[in-house]
């Protein structure tokens, strides 16, 4: 195992110190930055979303925004404004930048802000840049949007535009944690109280990961084999929800109206390659595929009236498409 994947294991294993019970999220989290996407986790209220984000930028020796959404906030409360200033005499527009010009920028409840929001966030999104006004913004190398939602039917919620969904590499579902996790929660927060744990970087540096480690990273991921069997894996599962029929023994044409689109095969490899590496590994295994399927393909389809219908969710069809999809 190299430096890059023992510091990245280092801020895994530090990010749940303060994050008890959702490994799972931690890993999800870190993979999405190794491969370059966004994430979004949803959950109900209290279940950690906001937290493990923050845990994980305060670990990153990196900057951090955070943008509360609301349903009456504006483009420029994410993008940032021109504003006028008076310079030597003679009246000059400055750009002031918003939240949203951070290497990691927290979107809490993104979910409940208007369409004029969700679009400017798109953008940076899917561009890696802003437009205001008639100037086009490049955002930092090292960006990554982490968003939180709560789930569709809490009240002043919407969902998100399908397009926008698709921009994110992963969806994460945070549940709420078992009985000993809970215990371990409240003593958390309790030495917390009492300062006997520290989680803020400024006072415990020996545990900071440098940002650059994420970049060498980024560059190792392309070097991770994919295996022809592997490949056509990837494909198959994305076909799969594109082209039901061609598994009359299952389900995927009564539960599927709209398949995935190319993007959830791109994210399928990237997330792949950047699991294998995490276990130290320089190629990937049809195991690995079969991890990332639930979190990269879960969000990537539209479900039919009979499965809403039936209370089947996306997930339940993951677990179909997985017992379906033949490996080879």
Not at 56 to 70: K, M, V, W
Request: with cysteine; net charge negative; charged share 25%.
């Amino acid at each position: 195992m190299n430096q890059a994947q023992q510091a990245i294991n280092r801020l895994i294993e530090q990010t749940e110190k303060s994050v008890i019970g959702q490994r799972h999220v931690v890993e999800a989290l870190v993979i999405g930055l190794l491969a370059n996407g966004h994430v979004l986790l949803e959950g109900l209220p209290g279940t950690a979303k906001t937290r493990s984000v923050k845990s994980l930028a305060n670990l990153l020796s990196t900057d951090f925004g955070r943008i509360q959404f609301t349903p009456d906030l504006l483009p420029s409360d994410v993008t940032g404004t021109e504003i006028y200033q008076d310079l030597d005499g003679k009246p000059q527009l400055h750009f002031q930048p918003g939240p949203i010009f951070n290497s990691i920028v927290l979107a809490d409840e993104v979910n409940r802000a208007p369409a004029k929001v969700q679009a400017a966030l798109l953008e940076a999104m899917a561009e890696g840049t802003i437009t205001v006004g008639d100037t086009t913004h490049q955002l930092p190398e090292l960006f990554m949007v982490l968003a939180t939602q709560n789930p569709v039917e809490q009240e002043g919620t919407y969902p998100l535009p399908e397009a926008q969904m698709d921009r994110f590499m992963m969806k994460v579902t945070v549940e709420y944690p078992e009985d000993e996790a809970e215990r371990d929660i409240i003593r958390l927060v309790r030495g917390e109280e009492l300062g006997a744990i520290v989680t803020s970087p400024n006072n415990d540096l020996q545990d900071n990961i440098n940002p650059d480690v994420v970049l060498e990273a980024r560059r190792q991921l392309p070097n991770i084999t994919v295996s022809d069997l592997v490949e056509r894996y990837i494909v198959a599962l994305v076909m799969a929800t594109r082209k039901p029929e061609r598994y009359p023994n299952s389900n995927l044409s009564k539960w599927i109206e709209v398949g995935s689109s190319p993007r959830a095969s791109i994210a399928l490899d990237k997330c792949a390659r950047a699991y294998a590496w995490l276990q130290g590994r320089d190629h990937v295994l049809p195991d690995d595929v079969r991890a990332m399927s639930p979190m990269v393909l879960g969000h990537r389809f539209t479900l039919t009236y009979d499965a809403l219908a039936d209370g089947i969710n996306h997930l339940r069809i993951v677990e179909e498409l997985l017992d379906h999809v033949e490996i080879g």
